[in-house]
């Protein structure tokens, strides 16, 4: 589900801070460290749904870093945005199948520096049936988690 087990180890916890856990894998002989969280609470008018999921992403190899995404648990509305707002901050989401992502590099630096500071992160979206979600994340244990991360994997 989170990585190609073809090419990956497992994902070894490195640690559990608070709404956060941090892991690691190895992908092509590159380290990769990631944070993930699931919702407090989900919303919706909806009978089945998968796991949900945020994750911020560090690739140090291909020397990408705090990449937000976003696991739905349904397949989106074709065409659709997701929005997340951490802290009264909005940000737009790309989506495509059951994942959301932020448009470039500036908008994940955002949203991850927001979600270290912040207190709450709530993820909007519509599935291909048009079904509105809400979904509200804790953010306890988030810096600590973006720490173990990025001493992890390297990252400044």
Known sequence: MLCNTAQANEPKLIGEHGDWKAYMF??????????????????G??????????????????KSKNVFSY????????????????????????TQD???????????????????R???????????RGTETVDTFGLGGSTAAFKAISAECGVK
Not at 45 to 62: C, Q, S
Not at 118 to 128: C, E, Q, R
């Open 45 to 62: 008018n909806y009978t089945k749904r998968g796991d949900v999921f945020a994750l911020i992403t560090h690739r140090p190899a291909e």
């Open 118 to 128: 912040g207190s709450s992160l709530v993820v909007k979206g519509a599935s291909s």
């Open 98 to 116: 059951d994942s959301a992502w932020a448009a470039d590099e500036a908008a994940d630096n955002k949203i991850t520096d927001a979600i270290k």
């Open 26 to 43: 190895m992908e092509n002989n590159n380290k990769v460290c990631y944070m993930v969280s699931q919702p407090k609470k989900t919303s």
């Open 71 to 94: 696991i739905a648990g349904y397949t989106y509305k074709s065409g659709s945005e997701a929005t997340v707002t951490v802290n009264n901050q909005n940000f737009k989401l790309f």
